[in-house]
């Protein structure tokens, strides 16, 4: 940031690792990251695959696909993501201090006192002005300074299959609400092999996502051989407060998920270049009140789709295995194919509902719940 210094204080030794990420953005997220200075190359080296649809699984194992000509989405390398973002916030000027954990903060009159522990358990403290909690869903800052936190977390784990065999441009999604309930598992393409996941509540991930495992072998899964897992927890709703005098949240500590998909990346790098104009505005004009007008700025920008996402999702919620079946087969439908392919933003999957309504006035007769969060969404009941 112009002229002023930044100190960026992480737990981990590494940048991007431990990964706990499907790696599936947008290819605007890519143009983004680049208009936010990261270079080319850089930001280029980090894509895997190249995306132009998906293939959706019912509860019963029938399948439909979508295809684009073009590209959409790619799959990135998260950790290098990370690392290349981090490379261009230190040639902008900011510094990186890894290892160090942030293990309380205080209000001080002129801005934040934080006390740090390093591995070796050598305590250092920071002294700042402004305060940016982009620490994940178990955010310190929001916990210490009494700012909100997502209304609820979804836990989600992942694999990596090495001998999967899909289509490398085909991502695949699977409704099942008797897998992953109120949610999805998926598997996005590798270099080599396939980062295999889910997120569900009730817990017995483990179980649960060996089940897709062996359930997606018949897709050209052949042993299965995987590489561990990796868990994780899914933001699900905004919090209601991500701003006070001197201070805010961003990303998983805001809650700034898609509700639909569980995608961060985009919403969150969004929200960051509105938070760093907000933190720059107030230090410009010496004033840590102004960093409060970035509650509205972002909400502005993100607030009705997440909103909207969250109810979608709450609705989805209560459709058992029959009604997803039942959604499958309409949604699977012909006509309904290229609205998918004509309207569907991956960072925005509001913009489908009206066209997918127009086409299938069915879709009504089915997914009361649906439409019942859509409805507690348009006239704002929020819970
Ligand atoms: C299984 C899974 C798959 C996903 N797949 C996708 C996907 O395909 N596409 C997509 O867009 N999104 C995906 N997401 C969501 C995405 O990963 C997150 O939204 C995104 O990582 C949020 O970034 P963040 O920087 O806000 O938080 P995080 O990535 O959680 O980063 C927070 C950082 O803060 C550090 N930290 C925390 N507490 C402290 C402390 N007290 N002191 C110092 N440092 C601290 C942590 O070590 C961490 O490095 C997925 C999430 C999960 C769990």
Known sequence: ??????????????????VHCAGLISVKTIDLAQDLGVPDDAIESTILREIRGAVIHSPSGRTFSMRKDDVHAVVIDRARFDSVIAEAAERAGATY??????????RV???????CSTRDGLRT????????????????VAAKLD???PRSILPALQTVVEDWQGEPDMVHVVLDPDIAEGFFAWVVPEKVGARIGLASTGGRLNERLDRVVSNLSELDLTSGK??????????IGPADRTADEGVLTVGDAAGQVKPVSGGGIFPGLECANIAADQILRSLEDDDPLIVNDYEQAWRERWGKELNLGYHIRMGYTHLNSKKVE????????????PVFEECGDMDYPSKLIRPLFRKAPGLIGFAGPLLKGIFRSRFGIDK
């Open 109 to 115: 009159e002129d801005g934040f006192d934080l006390q």
């Open 97 to 106: 201090a890894l290892s160090s954990k942030v293990t309380d903060i205080r």
């Open 147 to 149: 700012l909100g936190v």
């Open 1 to 18: 940031m112009k002229g002023v210094s930044v100190i960026v204080l992480e737990e981990d030794p590494a940048i991007g690792d431990p």
């Open 226 to 235: 995987s590489t561990g897992y990796q868990g994780g927890g899914i933001p």
């Open 326 to 337: 039942k959604l499958a087969e309409v949604l699977s439908r012909e006509k309904l194919i």
């Open 125 to 140: 403290d920071v002294k700042a002005r402004r305060l940016v909690g982009a620490d994940g869903f178990r955010s310190t």
